[in-house]
């Protein structure tokens, strides 16, 4: 289902269970923002879509894609993607994943990237993505993860 501005709350709660409390405020201040486009300063949205999973009427994990004015023009990024604890391992992430690689591909990306923790690098490498070393702002977390899109 795509992500509205009802989904916020529950979306951080969420967030906080898989990535700490101390980006709460973050979270929130991107998940608000994303509903405009036209934000000031560098990190300026050129595209951004998210999507909620939602069993048994309950929201039970966020994902989206989106680039950045800065970004180079082949290059779409995976935005908050997280799925709450007690859903992991349903293929509810890899449900998601797979419409993160088909979006990109519909918007004629031909890389997708994501800023990744620790223990997230072994669920992105069963993707294809792979390490990079290449220069991207801003840096989110240590370790950049790119995956060559198959149309291209």
Known sequence: ?????SDIVVCLDILEK????????????????GFNLELKGDDDYSFLK???A??????????????????????????WFS??????????????????IEEAINNHQEFLFVWATEEAVSFYNQFGFVNSDIELTPRETKILLIKKLSSF
Do not use: C
Request: proline share 3%; no cysteine.
């Open 1 to 5: 289902m795509d992500f509205t501005e």
């Open 18 to 33: 898989t990535l700490g409390k101390k980006y709460a405020k973050e979270f929130e201040s991107d998940l608000i923002n």
């Open 50 to 52: 998210r999507r909620i």
């Open 54 to 79: 939602v069993l048994n009427g309950k929201t039970v994990a966020i994902a989206g894609i989106y680039r950045l004015t800065k970004h180079p023009l082949n290059y779409m990024g995976v935005d």
């Open 83 to 100: 799925v709450d604890p007690r859903y992991q391992r349903n293929g509810i992430g890899k449900k998601l994943m797979n419409w993160m």
